[in-house]
């Protein structure tokens, strides 16, 4: 079986401040991971993926997200947090191999205070 | 953006109506999908695709079907909406293999009263 935690329903951050959205996961195999950003009355647009190789991986609008295998972890994080990055944010995995399909988070929504 | 397209954006249909809301992609993928999301809730997969004539049903059981006979065009059909039915829908591309990320329509927020 293959599952995603988002462990926060919501955080909140002030402008200028660095962000940090949890996720962690459980796969067989080795996994898969990605991150994508929903506003509001939109689809979701994908933002940066771990596949192998280095475990920070750069995104687009300034996202990255650290690999962490022995904690089973992959956050999303940014340095500087814009009020235009207030949206839903969906953690997803599917395991190498599996015959299974992308697993999404329940989702975190991350507002950002001017 | 990417070039995956759904058709209505917005529905408002009564009780028993047959609808078909439209998704199609412009990127040559393999794979499509469809997902029922609530307002500000998690995803669900209803449905995926791998090529021409292969449908499957996800994780969500689902009173609607799905047809898969151009490579661009994966619709899904509601024979007898229902208010439970009352959702977003979400449709989805990528190509095939499990690393590559899956691309969103802007999605179809369907109300049946």
Redesign the interface.
């Known amino acids: 079986a293959q599952s995603v935690a988002q462990p926060e329903d919501q955080v909140n951050v002030a402008e200028g401040n660095p962000l940090t959205v949890k996720c962690t996961y459980s796969v067989s195999g080795n996994p898969y991971l990605f991150w994508y950003v929903q506003y509001p009355n939109r689809g979701l647009q994908f933002l940066l993926k771990y596949i192998t190789g280095d475990n920070l991986v750069k995104g687009s609008y300034g996202f990255e997200a650290e690999f962490n295998k022995s904690q089973t972890s992959f956050h999303l994080k940014k340095p500087s947090a814009l009020v235009s990055d207030s949206a839903l944010y969906f953690c997803a995995v599917r395991g190498s191999g599996s015959a299974r399909q992308l697993t999404f988070g329940s989702g975190t929504q991350l507002t950002v205070l001017p | 953006e990417a070039d995956?397209y759904?058709t209505p954006r917005y529905l408002v249909i009564g009780t028993g109506k047959k609808i078909t809301l439209e998704c199609s992609q412009t990127m040559g993928h393999d794979k499509m999908?469809w997902y029922q999301q609530d307002p500000?809730?998690?995803?669900h997969?209803i449905h995926?695709s791998y090529g021409v004539n292969s449908t499957e049903k996800?994780?969500l059981s689902s009173e609607s079907t799905v047809s898969r006979i151009r490579t661009e065009h994966f619709p899904l059909t509601l024979e007898s909406a229902r208010p439970s039915h009352t959702s977003q829908y979400?449709c989805?591309s990528s190509l095939a293999g499990?690393?590559y990320?899956?691309?969103?329509?802007?999605?179809t927020?369907l109300t049946v009263t």
């Open positions: 995956i759904q999908y500000g809730m998690e995803l997969l995926y996800g994780d979400l989805a499990s690393s990320e899956q691309y969103f329509g802007p999605g927020r």
